[in-house]
C-alpha cells in the first residue's frame, strides 16, 4: 500500500505537466487572445476535475483496501 501513496502526488505531477504543455501548445499555435484564454480555461477546468477524480479514486482505494498503520 505504501507505493499507492508515493504512486498519488506522482499521477498529480503528471496531469500538471500534461495541462502545462498543453496551454504552452495553445499560445505558440494560436496568437488570438481570446480563444487562447477561454481555451487555457477549458484545460485548467479540466485539470481541476482530473485531480479531485485521483484523490476521490485513492480514497475509494484507502476504505477498500485497508492500509497498514505504522507505529
Same mark, same amino acid.
Not at 508515493?6 to 500538471?16: C, D, K, Q, R, S
Not at 500534461?18 to 484545460?43: K, T
Given at each position: 500500500?505504501?507505493c %499507492?501513496a508515493?504512486? %498519488?502526488?506522482f499521477? !498529480?505531477?503528471?496531469?500538471?505537466?500534461?495541462?502545462?504543455?498543453a496551454i504552452? /501548445?495553445?499560445?505558440?499555435?494560436?496568437? $488570438? !487572445?481570446?480563444?487562447?484564454?477561454?481555451?487555457?480555461a477549458?484545460?485548467? %477546468?479540466?485539470v481541476? !476535475?482530473?485531480i479531485?477524480c485521483?484523490?476521490?479514486?485513492?480514497? %475509494?482505494? $484507502?476504505?477498500?483496501?485497508?492500509?497498514p /498503520?505504522l507505529r
Amino acid at each position: 500500500m505504501d507505493c %499507492l501513496a508515493g504512486l %498519488l502526488p506522482f499521477l !498529480v505531477w503528471v496531469i500538471v505537466v500534461v495541462a502545462i504543455v498543453a496551454i504552452a /501548445r495553445l499560445v505558440l499555435a494560436y496568437l $488570438s !487572445v481570446p480563444v487562447i484564454v477561454m481555451q487555457i480555461a477549458n484545460i485548467l %477546468l479540466w485539470v481541476v !476535475v482530473a485531480i479531485a477524480c485521483l484523490y476521490l479514486i485513492f480514497d %475509494l482505494f $484507502s476504505c477498500v483496501l485497508p492500509m497498514p /498503520r505504522l507505529r
